[in-house]
């Protein structure tokens, strides 16, 4: 076995043990040709009929070849493998691209080049570490088809990016328990945004103040009673897109 053999085995040994542990069972393959962790991933992979597992398993895979592998060369060899990856992605019409260490579902290609991976990439900032992984877990719970609790993290991600604003500006009026009407309010009165947006463009206030929270309210916020409710895709998506836009305008101004 050669150095990079080795190398590569590695890799996979680390990938087949977090999905081991992810899928709770001892073995992913009903067999594994030399007992090889690359072969036991591969056969998995191959014949893993859940596209969710199917995707972990991918994104276990990317995540350990991109920080913690040398065997691929440096980081720019590294995102170049990303990129193709995700472009033959795009061209097999799979919905689905790998950013910023997640595999993400992907609705308008437009959308997601031009807001969710900005968005991805300003909420990256320690400083929003709260947002940012408020926002990758909705994008997780899309994928698996939990659209309810999708559209609250949209939700929690938008009030936790306006709180934190409020907090470095020491808006006193702000407090744990103000609502996003509330967020709203003070980021026009201290024209956090320019005052001439708020007055030549007053729908920029009514999305703000109710778009991501009104589909919460109406669709994910409250209990269910006695009709069990069901959330179609196409709304956890809409809420996913409005809430990159609303994040990536308000963490744009923030810097």
């Known amino acids: 076995m050669t150095y990079q053999d080795a190398n590569y085995e590695t890799i996979y040994t680390a990938a087949v043990s977090i999905m081991r542990m992810e899928m ?31 995707l972990t398993g991918l994104e ?25 990856l995700n472009a033959y992605m795009l061209e097999d019409g799979f919905g689905f691209q790998f950013e910023g260490g997640q595999i993400i579902e992907i609705g308008s290609t437009y959308v997601h080049k031009e807001v969710v991976v900005p968005v991805l990439g300003l909420l990256s900032d320690p400083q929003y570490a709260t947002v940012n992984q408020e926002f990758r877990k909705a994008h997780t719970e899309f994928r698996q088809g939990d659209y309810e609790d999708c559209i609250h993290d949209c939700c929690n991600a938008f009030e936790s990016l306006m709180k934190i604003i409020a907090a470095k500006r020491g808006w006193t009026e702000i407090t744990e328990k103000s609502t996003v009407k509330d967020l709203v309010k003070a980021i026009f009165d201290h024209q956090f945004i320019p005052a001439y947006m708020s007055t030549e463009f007053t729908g920029l206030r009514t999305i703000l103040e109710g778009g991501v929270n009104v589909v919460r309210n109406k669709a994910g916020g409250h209990g269910q009673g006695a009709t069990p409710r069901t959330i179609d895709k196409q709304v956890a998506e809409f809420q996913l897109n409005q809430t990159a836009a609303a994040l990536k305008l308000l963490a744009e101004y923030d810097t």
């Open 24 to 54: 709770k069972v001892f073995c992913l393959a009903d067999y594994v040709i030399n007992n090889a962790a690359s072969s036991e991933f591969r056969l998995w992979f191959q014949s893993e009929e859940d596209l969710d597992f199917s």
């Open 60 to 84: 276990v895979f990317l995540n350990i070849v991109m920080k913690i592998s040398p065997t691929f060369g440096g980081h720019e060899q590294r995102e170049s493998i990303i990129k193709t």
